[in-house]
Every structure is written in structure tokens, then in C-alpha cells.
């Protein structure tokens, strides 16, 4: 009897495993019958996904031949399609069309008139023209729908061809190189945010290179995972560093800095009193806002445990609770509120935030993780709406302990710069989703980092030394700098790491001797009234620290204490030879080059966008869900942008 059991268990296990199949395909415009990249393509009734290339191509492992694949992209018809017997698909989506008196443009797709407002620029930038190869096997799909409308009214325009014109990004000045003898300090704070990479990514993928001001090159670095080994003391996190040649520029020196912070197995996280405070207004009725939110939420949803508690907040015209604090073993109810939720109205986000924060003390959980999560496209257009404002609220609710995480979501109206100062006052984390795979990397992969702080206020000071280094300057982190005092400050707000969080910053270094340090560091004259400081500083200068090209300095807090912890590592002078450094190295030397590129920085001029492209290929490692290819892809298409524009210019 129990072999038969044992032989009839293994021919279940081996029938289920034969059931699941991979299906591959290409998806296509109908009208023009290009390939479209971005494109989600999910196994309808579970969270496994795809997401097309820039060729349009995709792969997919389903449960069997009874599974239906649901493929959508924004401003296209959302289709299902049934496996059966196929395994090589080619889907041809259609192109959203609507009466074009009822509807203007804004972006991907269109919207109705009475809920946008603002005017509306366009350009047409021309897609890449890439085609996918055709298989002898493939299964040709023609997608149409049968509508009643005027086609002589009829209006539409391909996410490709419209630029939005009424984001709001700040102003990015690039750090400049300083002389070590006169700024010997260099002090920032942390940041684990990710939603600029995210922002870039749909730039590039509906046609377009991103302005300067939504390029943040240390979010670009920090979306992505490396192979940092995690604390082994008391700390919660580790500190790792690298100083090579700098690719872009082998006169300089190149500096990574890196933490790893420990990682928290789900069950062991405290419980939660989480409030979702979710922008329900007109500006959210758009098929990439308020659907692609009530996805991501529900994604979150489940990952939650019994201790868990969740309340939702809404904010149109007016703000309301729609949840009060619901386990987080009712998971239903909890879903089945956020699918009653639709958009309309003007944006009352003060209220709201107000409104968030009541909720969260009146059920504040002492030992507990409290936290708002804050979805919107960042439109505060009613009650609270100036920063000076928000920001005194949100402070005040920090140091009670009430954190908050923002979630970006849309375009055309997208508020970058407001939600990037709501997390980073908020002691929370930023990020942007523009696709169901992006939410399920930060509500699922990144649930512990994205929910629970490990460390708070932490905060780098390197100081350099004047014997080997002329110059250095910090790439990105514009918006994080501190002043040198600022480190020694318990009462400075920096910021904050997840469990399982990586950050990692890099230092462009100009060592004595380098020609061109007069190109970046010209001289001033002479002063008349004050010695030189320069003569001043020779006299402090020893040969006892001859072997240290600098010293790093970290300070942070447990996530319940006032009192900083301090940390201290010198760097040594040793510079590794390209063929010894490691493979994260040189791929984050790829992230911050196209960062630099995007940019247009004045530091990369020299450096071709094919080179960056070659770096980044030979570095990619550590890379199952894909992330560092379709960054790779994204570098390719932003080349080819760039070209065009270079073209019409």
C-alpha cells in the first residue's frame, strides 16, 4: 500500500509538472504593426507576469493549456487570450479610440474633458522601427473591437507620440568637483528612495528621453540589488567600498561606497497599523492611476498577517475613511473596499493627509511598525498644499513615530517633486509605478524595505586626504547634502533603510598629478585682506596617514532611539586594476555613466553611449528577474533617441 502511495504521489508531481507550459510570443500595434516594449502580459488569476522587451517579445510560464493570458498596455485595449494547444503567440493590440469631442490628450491615452485641466503640448518622437522574428509555429491573433462611433470624430494618438507637459520636477545642479584642501568634508544623507528609475524607464519606453530634473542618479543605482554580504555584528547594516579607475575618465578614480542593510523574514517583522491614503480624484482616472493602485494595494494585501491592521482613507473633493482598521486575515473585505473605489472630483490631499494621520494615532501601535501609505500622482491642489505647510505636518507626525511611504503613479499632471519631499520629511520611501511588474517588486520582492525601518537619520561624512587627492565630487544625491555640522547633529533629519535595503554612492576622485585638475578646479587670484588657506593647511599635513586616500564616517539611529551610533572606516590608498574589481563595480560605473548621460553632464562628454552599453552587459550578474536587461534594453532605446534628436537638431 505505501509504494502505491509513494508511486501515485510521484505521478502527481510529475503530471503537474508536465501540465505547466512556457508560452513565448510578440506583441504588436495593429495599426502600424511594430512591436510594442512594456507591454504586461499576466496569467489571468495569479500575480505571474511578463513584461515585453523593446522588440515586443515576451515569455511566460502558465499553469497549462487552460490558462488565459490577460495582455494590457496603457492608451491600447486590454485583451485576454486563451493558450490552449499554442505556445508562439503574435497579439496585435488596438489603439484606445474615443470621440474627440469628449476626450484630450494627456500622455499615454486619453481622458474625458471634464477631468483634466491645464494645457496640453505635444511633440513625435518617432519609435525605434524593430521588428521581432516570426516563427513557423506562431499563432497569429487579430484583436479588434466593433465600436459604434463617428469615425470622422475619431481621435487617437500612440503613447509614443505625446510628451506631458505639465509634470513638475526640481531643479537638479549637478555637484561639482572640490578641492579637498579648501572642503575637506563631504556629508549627505542616505537615500533608498527608487522611483526616478522607474519615471525614466516610462519615459524612454513611450517614446521620449526624460528631463534632467527626473534623472536622480543615486535612485537609478539603488534600484537594483547586489551582491553585498550582510552585517555579521550588531549593526544593522554592513559597510562595503571599492576605489578602481574610473571608466569614463582614466585620469580619475572612481569610489563605491555601499551598505547592506539585514534582511527580516516576513513572519519575525512587527505587526503593522497601516493606512492607506489613496488619491481618488478626477486627475486618477486614468487606466495606469486608480486601476494599476487597486492592483498594487491588493498585491500588498496579501502579504499581510492576521497582526496586521489596515485602514483605508480617501481624498477627492472632499477626504473620508472607507476601512476602518481591518485584520489583515480579512483580506477580502480589505479588497473588496479598495474595488468600490473610483475617481472624480477635485484633490483635497491636505484633508486627506490630515485625515490619514487621525487614523493612524487613534490606533497607534507602541512596539509597532505605523505607517501611511500615500498613493496618488501627487496633485495637492486643495487644503495643504504648499510644501512649507506639508512639511511641518509630516515632521511633527514623524517624530511621533508615523512614517510614511508614497507611491507615484500616471503622467501628464505626474507631481515628482512634492512626493519626493513628503517621504524623504516622512522618514518613508519613494517609489514610481508604471507597470503591474513594478508593483509587485515593491509591494511583494521588497515588502520588508518597503514597509519596516532597520536604521533612521543615517548620514555619511567622508573627509579626503589633501596628500593624494586634488579633487573629488559625489555623483548624485544633489538634493541630499548636508552641512559638514550637520553630522554631529542628533536633531538633523537623514535618511532612512528597510530591511534588506541596499545603498550605494560613488565619488568621481581627481589624485594629485592628474592633468586636468585645472579644468575642473580653476584658480581664483590671490587674496588681498587673508593669508592663503592653502599655506595654512600645508602645516597640518603629516606623513602619518600617507597611506590613506580618505576616511569614512556613518552615524545612525535604531529606529526607537534619539541617540546616533557612530562608525569609522579609513580607505587606503590602493587603487584596483580593472581586471580585479567586482562585478557590481563596474555595473553601478554604468548606472551612474547613462545617469550622467541622460543628463547631459558635463563630465561624460567623451563617453559614447555604446561604451556605457558594453559595460553594463559585461557586468550584469545576480540578474533572475531581469531588472539589468531591461536596463540594458532602456540604454539602447535612449541611444537611439538621443540620435534622433541630434538629427532634427
Known amino acids: 500500500m505505501k509504494t502505491m502511495l509513494l508511486i501515485f504521489s510521484l505521478c502527481c508531481l510529475f503530471g503537474s509538472a508536465q501540465a505547466s507550459k512556457v508560452i513565448t510570443g510578440i506583441v504588436y500595434d495593429d495599426s502600424d504593426k511594430l512591436p510594442i516594449p512594456g507591454v504586461s502580459v499576466i496569467e489571468k488569476g495569479t500575480s505571474k507576469g511578463a513584461i515585453t522587451d523593446m522588440d515586443g517579445k515576451f515569455s511566460i510560464t502558465v499553469a497549462d493549456e487552460n490558462a488565459v493570458i490577460v495582455v494590457s498596455f496603457i492608451g491600447y485595449q486590454s485583451e485576454e487570450v486563451k493558450v490552449k494547444e499554442a505556445s508562439d503567440f503574435k497579439i496585435y493590440l488596438t489603439l484606445d479610440v474615443i470621440s474627440l469631442d469628449e476626450v484630450v490628450a494627456i500622455g499615454y491615452g486619453v481622458q474625458k474633458k471634464r477631468m483634466v485641466t491645464g494645457a496640453i503640448s505635444s511633440t513625435s518622437p518617432r519609435r525605434p522601427r524593430r521588428r521581432g522574428a516570426k516563427s513557423k509555429n506562431a499563432e497569429s491573433i487579430k484583436i479588434r473591437r466593433v465600436s459604434s462611433y463617428n469615425t470622422q470624430q475619431a481621435y487617437y494618438a500612440p503613447p509614443q507620440a505625446i510628451i506631458p507637459s505639465n509634470e513638475d520636477y526640481a531643479t537638479v545642479n549637478e555637484n561639482k568637483f572640490q578641492d579637498p584642501k579648501e572642503s575637506p568634508l563631504s556629508t549627505f544623507s542616505v537615500d533608498v528612495d527608487r522611483a526616478s528609475y522607474a519615471n525614466v524607464r516610462r519615459f524612454i519606453n513611450q517614446g521620449s528621453l526624460p528631463p534632467a530634473g527626473a534623472v536622480r542618479i543615486e535612485e537609478m543605482i539603488n534600484y537594483f540589488n547586489y551582491n553585498y554580504e ?94 476602518e482598521p481591518t485584520s489583515g486575515k480579512n483580506k477580502s473585505t480589505i479588497v473588496n473596499a479598495l474595488d468600490q473605489l473610483s475617481a472624480g472630483g477635485s484633490t483635497a490631499g491636505g484633508a486627506g493627509l490630515q485625515l490619514a494621520y487621525k487614523l493612524a494615532n487613534e490606533n497607534l501601535l507602541k512596539n509597532g511598525n505605523n505607517r501611511i501609505i500615500l498613493a496618488t500622482d501627487g496633485d495637492f491642489n486643495v487644503g495643504v498644499s504648499s510644501n512649507s505647510e506639508m512639511e511641518k505636518l509630516i515632521t ?157 564616517k556613518l552615524r545612525y539611529k535604531q529606529p526607537d532611539s534619539d541617540e546616533s551610533t557612530l562608525l569609522v572606516e579609513t580607505v587606503k590608498n590602493k587603487i584596483l586594476a580593472s581586471n580585479k574589481v567586482s562585478k557590481d563595480f563596474r555595473f553601478v560605473s554604468s548606472v551612474a555613466a547613462w545617469g550622467m548621460k541622460l543628463r547631459n553632464s558635463d563630465f561624460i562628454k567623451a563617453t559614447e553611449y555604446q561604451e556605457i552599453v558594453k559595460w553594463a552587459k559585461s557586468s550584469k550578474a545576480n540578474d533572475e528577474e531581469g531588472y539589468k536587461a531591461e536596463m540594458i534594453r532602456l540604454m539602447e532605446s535612449a541611444e537611439i533617441l538621443s540620435d534622433g534628436l541630434s538629427v532634427r537638431d
Not at 268 to 291: E, I, T
Not at 536 to 543: A, F, G, R, S
Request: charged share 25%; hydrophobic share 35%; with cysteine.
Open 230 to 323: 550582510g552585517p555579521a555584528d550588531k549593526h544593522p547594516f554592513a559597510i562595503h567600498h571599492e576605489v578602481a579607475y574610473c571608466p569614463w575618465n582614466t585620469e580619475h578614480y572612481l569610489l563605491k561606497v555601499a551598505l547592506q542593510g539585514k534582511r527580516i523574514e516576513k513572519e519575525n517583522l512587527p505587526a503593522s497599523n497601516l493606512v492607506f491614503l489613496l488619491d481618488v480624484s478626477g486627475s486618477m482616472n486614468a487606466s495606469n492611476k486608480l486601476p494599476l493602485l487597486k492592483s498594487a494595494l491588493k498585491m500588498l494585501v496579501n502579504e499581510l498577517r492576521e497582526e496586521d491592521r489596515v485602514s483605508i482613507v480617501v481624498y477627492a473633493g472632499a477626504a473620508g475613511v472607507v476601512l
Open 396 to 552: 511633527s507626525e514623524r517624530d511621533k513615530g508615523i512614517y510614511i511611504t508614497v507611491a507615484g503613479f500616471g503622467m501628464g499632471n505626474y507631481k515628482d517633486s512634492k512626493m519626493e519631499i513628503i517621504a524623504n520629511k516622512g522618514n518613508g520611501n519613494y517609489f514610481y509605478i508604471d507597470n503591474i511588474q513594478e508593483a509587485r517588486k515593491a509591494m511583494v520582492e521588497e515588502f520588508g524595505g518597503t514597509l519596516y525601518t532597520i536604521a533612521k537619520d543615517v548620514k555619511f561624512q567622508l573627509e579626503f586626504n589633501p596628500m593624494h587627492v586634488a579633487g573629488y565630487r559625489l555623483i548624485g544625491y544633489e538634493n541630499r547634502r548636508l552641512n559638514d555640522e550637520d553630522f554631529n547633529d542628533d536633531k538633523k533629519d537623514a535618511g532612512e533603510i528597510g530591511s534588506g535595503h541596499t545603498v550605494t554612492a560613488l565619488y568621481e576622485i581627481m589624485p594629485v598629478g592628474a592633468k586636468d585638475v585645472s579644468s575642473y578646479l580653476p584658480k581664483v587670484d590671490e587674496l588681498k585682506y587673508q593669508q592663503k588657506k592653502e599655506k595654512k593647511v600645508k602645516k597640518v599635513i603629516t606623513t602619518e596617514y600617507s597611506d590613506e586616500l580618505l576616511t569614512l
